[in-house]
């Protein structure tokens, strides 16, 4: 049994280029498998994205385990992370997360403001996604841009891509926007945020009696913690 803390999925470098025609393999042999979906690269796109930094190789000691590329399109508007493939012989074991977790976090460094996507018909990758904070998105909130849907001519099911103007296939798209994590930031930011006025609003006087301060002291308390910074305005 394969172990996942045997092997190092890194960024990919021209130092794996000798791996190109194994990974194309793998693709098509992954496409064959599961009857649909991967769409077969030519080997110098496969060496371009390696060059440019833009895919993920997994490696047990010298052995090809798997890997992933990105791809951009519309001006950078978009990133998909494309052709994951897992061998047969590392399924099973968190490998695919790993390498998806990686293309992601390259993804998000190379492209901060992108809309990250992807087409997918495997379960389980539909899952992983999810993990990562992609949503199910209809065809029409991804790229429009042609040479993304040219990409699909390769795969067995493109026909039924044609068939309903490129608004549904067996694929799911899955979209992860940045502006989503942004508002999530400024959503918890303004719940933990208590204003002068909000705090004032609930003081009411009190006496001496009892120990207890005076709505005078509190708020001198106040003032003071605000000349501190513990109370933002």
């Given at each position: 049994m394969k172990n996942i803390k045997d092997i190092k999925v890194i960024a990919a470098n021209v130092a794996h280029l000798d791996?190109?025609?194994?990974?194309?393999?793998?693709?098509?042999?992954?496409?064959?498998?599961?009857?649909?979906?991967?769409?077969?690269?030519?080997?110098?796109?496969i060496t371009q994205k390696i060059v440019e930094g833009k895919a993920i190789i997994a490696l047990d000691g010298t052995a090809f385990a798997g890997f992933c590329y990105i791809e951009s399109w519309g001006h950078n508007r978009f990133v998909a992370n494309s052709g994951l493939i897992v061998v047969r012989d590392y399924r099973g074991i968190g490998l695919a997360r790993e390498i998806k977790r990686k293309a992601f976090?390259?993804?998000?460094?190379?492209?901060p403001n992108a809309k990250i996507f992807g087409l997918t018909t495997g379960l389980a990758v539909m899952k992983i996604n999810h993990e990562l904070g992609y949503r199910p998105v209809t065809f029409s909130e991804l790229t429009d841009d042609e040479d993304f849907w040219k990409g699909c001519q390769s795969c067995?099911?493109?026909?039924i891509l044609t068939r309903t103007g490129r608004s549904k296939c067996l694929c799911t798209g899955m979209l992860f926007d940045p502006e989503w994590e942004k508002k999530k930031v400024k959503k918890v930011e303004k719940s933990k945020k208590i204003s002068l006025t909000e705090i004032i609003g609930k003081l009411k006087p009190k006496s001496h009696s009892g120990g207890k301060e005076s709505g005078d002291n509190r708020f001198k308390k106040i003032i003071q913690n605000l000349s501190d910074g513990t109370v933002r305005q």
């Open positions: 791996y190109v025609a194994k990974i194309n393999d793998s693709i098509d042999l992954a496409s064959k498998e599961r009857g649909t979906g991967i769409a077969r690269r030519s080997d110098e796109y976090e390259l993804s998000r460094e190379k492209f067995v099911n493109y026909d």
